[in-house]
T-cell receptor
Framework: DSGVTQTPKHLITATGQRVTLRCSPR?????VYWYQQSLDQGLQFLIQ???????AKGNILERFSAQQFPDLHSELNLSSLELGDSALYFC?????????????????FGPGTRLTVL | GNSVTQMEGPVTLSEEAFLTINCTYT??????LFWYVQYPGEGLQLLLK?????DKGSNKGFEATYRKETTSFHLEKGSVQVSDSAVYFC?????????????FGAGTQVVVTP
């Protein structure tokens, strides 16, 4: 158990709908990362928050947004869903927001939310 | 840009066989390299890491050496067990990108049979 929790575990919805995925980081971790794992795109970084502020963006669609709240939990909002959005969405957390040449800020992954869009 | 390429699976082995999963990378900055493992129904776990050239990462009998000259980070284990069945991801962080997002390879599924 990594200490990172994600809810719900599974989500089934229809095209055009909007869903919210929730992530609670490990106690004390300030940084949250979101990743998408799909069959065609593999595992891709979406977005990172550090202590409530957006720090880095990857291949995140405009239909997707995220935020990190004062209690440090994070939500990923997916709207106008398409069939191609079906994927496993992972959240990861780390203590700090950065890694340096002489240190690695390990990311701990949650179990993921499996989204199925029908 | 940065990228990670790893061998396609599935790789099917008998218990106690030798495992190698090839991983090569391209990076414009100073990458640190990682192997993550994903067991069925679970999230990713860090298996091992190497932060600079010639470093060897090791954990649970797995090893990988950061080879800058060949831009490779191949994963090896001398004697696999059924419990090693999982998907293995090679990944990098470009340390010139200080926010530390991971870039993953496509993953290699390993199936170990008794």
């Amino acid at each position: 158990d990594s200490g990172v929790t994600q809810t719900p575990k599974h989500l089934i919805t229809a095209t055009g709908q909007r869903v919210t995925l929730r992530c609670s980081p490990r106690s004390g971790d300030l940084s949250v990362y979101w990743y998408q794992q799909s069959l065609d795109q593999g595992l891709q970084f979406l977005i990172q928050y550090y202590n409530g502020e957006e720090r880095a963006k990857g291949n995140i669609l405009e239909r997707f947004s995220a935020q990190q709240f004062p209690d440090l939990h994070s939500e990923l909002n997916l709207s106008s869903l398409e069939l191609g959005d079906s994927a496993l969405y992972f959240c990861a957390s780390s203590e700090l927001g950065t890694s340096g040449i002489y240190s690695y800020n390990e990311q701990f992954f949650g179990p993921g939310t499996r989204l199925t869009v029908l | 840009g940065n990228s990670v390429t790893q061998m396609e699976g599935p790789v099917t082995l008998s218990e106690e066989a030798f495992l190698t999963i090839n991983c090569t990378y391209t990076a414009t900055g100073y990458p640190s390299l990682f192997w993550y493992v994903q067991y069925p129904g679970e999230g990713l776990q860090l298996l091992l890491k190497a932060t600079k050239a010639d470093d060897k990462g090791s954990n649970k009998g797995f090893e990988a050496t950061y080879r800058k000259e060949t831009t490779s980070f191949h994963l090896e284990k001398g004697s696999v067990q059924v419990s090693d069945s999982a998907v293995y991801f090679c990944a990098l962080i470009d340390l010139t990108d200080s926010w530390g997002k991971l870039q993953f390879g496509a993953g290699t599924q390993v199936v170990v049979t008794p």
